[in-house]
């Protein structure tokens, strides 16, 4: 199993980034995809998840709504973050998951840092 994250990157306040992660070993369809951040000192929060069947319902951390949009394409195994109108305190390690009642598997994370 390999969930591989990519995308991050330094971008200025205000900017925007794509963030990626390429599922395999595991049928992605059937799995909830997850994007979690954990700052310096903080514990890891939930940005945004989108379910595993075909409704395509999501559902997104407060502090993200209406900036961060998170899509799936079960054809390329893929699970994207669309990050727009990033702030400083989106700097985080930005994590895939991907849950069920099977269990959980983690990317390795990818660093996003918002800075001028």
């Known amino acids: 199993v390999q969930l591989v994250e990519s995308g991050g990157g330094l971008v200025q306040p205000g900017g925007s980034l794509r963030l990626s992660c390429a599922a395999s070993?595991?049928?992605?369809?059937?799995?909830?995809m997850n994007w979690y951040r954990q700052a310096p000192g903080k514990e890891r929060e939930l940005v945004a998840g989108?379910?595993?069947?075909?409704?395509?319902?999501?559902n997104y951390g407060e502090s993200v709504k209406g900036r961060f949009t998170i899509s799936r394409d079960n054809a390329k195994n893929t699970v994207y973050l669309q990050m727009n109108s990033l702030k400083p305190e989106d700097t985080a390690v930005y994590y895939c998951?991907?849950?069920?009642?099977?269990?959980?598997?983690w990317g390795q994370g990818t660093q996003v840092t918002v800075s001028s």
């Open positions: 989108i379910y595993w069947a075909a409704t395509g319902i999501t």
């Open positions: 998951n991907a849950h069920s009642t099977r269990g959980d598997y």
């Open positions: 070993g595991f049928t992605f369809s059937r799995y909830d």
